[in-house]
């Protein structure tokens, strides 16, 4: 899944002309095509038995909000239609539609217009998958999928400063203790009390 989150980004969001001349736009559809659907079906098995586990598993079902019931269909939906572009994109290996998808997705980045006429010639597939997408983007802040910041966030331990972390457990079971029988607690030694000065 981050594998196809970051191809598409650099995917659709690279201007063509920074790639154009040692990659030419068929051979990027092509890459696009083989590494994206390799991703693509490894990330749909995944999804499957998430989805799988959270609607069967009965300790799992009884803990889920609807929202995350809804968001793994949506994501297992989007990966369907993702795969289903690849064949359809095997019928023009020019790299003619993908421009024009690119186009479309760096005009709406950059607030231009003229998108959505990037879109005319595009089948059905590819307007669900493009409209899915979007729709992803909406719902990110209110469900789960907000934990993918987290998950970047986890890289901050590579450089940051190391915690010790230390149990109480010791602390408590002293305290514990103490409480039952606090004559079994370590006693001021006479010795040492009766020399200490005043
Ligand atoms: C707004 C968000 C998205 C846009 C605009 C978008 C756009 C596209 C486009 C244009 C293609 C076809 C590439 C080509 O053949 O030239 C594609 C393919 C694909 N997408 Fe997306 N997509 C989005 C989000 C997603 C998400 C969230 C997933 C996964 C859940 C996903 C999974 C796939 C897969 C598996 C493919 C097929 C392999 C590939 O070509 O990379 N897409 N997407």
């Known amino acids: 899944m981050l594998f196809l989150f970051v191809g598409h980004g650099i995917g659709m969001l690279t ?17 696009a095509m083989v590494t994206g659907g390799i991703a693509g079906f490894l990330a749909f098995i995944g999804v ?63 607030f231009r217009t003229g998108a959505v006429e990037l879109l005319a ?27 993918v910041w987290s998950g970047f966030g986890t890289l901050a331990y590579v450089v940051r400063p190391y915690q ?3 149990t109480k457990r010791r602390i408590v079971a002293q305290a514990a203790a103490q409480v039952a029988a606090p004559s079994a607690m370590p006693q001021p030694v006479p010795d040492f009390e009766a020399r200490r000065p005043a």
């Open 15 to 31: 201007p063509h002309f920074l790639y154009e001349p040692f990659l030419g736009a068929g051979t990027k559809q092509l890459l």
């Open 48 to 110: 499957s038995l998430l989805l799988h586990r959270r609607l069967f598993d009965a300790r799992i079902r009884a803990t889920s909000r609807t929202a995350d019931i809804v968001l793994l269909v949506l994501l297992w939906v989007q990966l369907v239609l993702g795969l289903a572009t690849i064949p359809l994109s095997a019928q023009h290996l020019d790299g003619y539609m993908m421009l024009k998808l690119a186009g479309w997705a760096q005009h709406i980045l950059t």
């Open 121 to 147: 010639e595009a089948g059905w597939v590819f307007k669900a998958h493009m409209f899915l997408g979007m729709t992803l983007f909406l719902v990110f802040p209110f469900t789960r999928l907000v934990h």
């Open 164 to 166: 010790v972390v230390r």
